[in-house]
């Protein structure tokens, strides 16, 4: 999973749920066009951001940014957004929000739930409001 302008709330949110989705076989990147000294600043500044344990990394470039599509020029900072991206390098779900808009650890784990549940069969689809655990419909 790759996420893309993350704030302190996301950092922290996802650090939550982070054991939960190593569990789940996800590792999480946090991507900002920030610098690495701009994030160690952050970690020393910030006594929880300093507990996180997935990597964050500095796209300065934006090149990873600009390769997902939420690299924004004019303001130099990129779109809040999530990419569930599988063992096949696959982008599963995109989720981009405007910036003061928040993101679901709880929507992304069943985003990621789902993505697995259809891999492991291919002939289930996650319907609307499918929950993890549910059972997905098979395709006719």
Known sequence: MIDFNFGVTVKMALQA?????QEAGVEVYAVSVDSEYSHKAW???VEDIGRIQYPMVADQTHAL???????N????RSSRATFIVDPKGIIQA???????????TEEL??????AQLIAAHGDHVCPANWKPGDAGLKRK
């Open 65 to 71: 940014a600009e390769f997902f599509g939420v690299y």
């Open 17 to 21: 749920v982070y054991a939960e989705l």
């Open 109 to 114: 784990i069943r985003k990621v739930k789902a």
């Open 43 to 45: 970690a020393d500044a």
């Open 73 to 76: 020029a004019k303001t130099g």
């Open 94 to 104: 995109i989720e981009v929000n405007n910036n003061p808009i928040g993101r679901s």
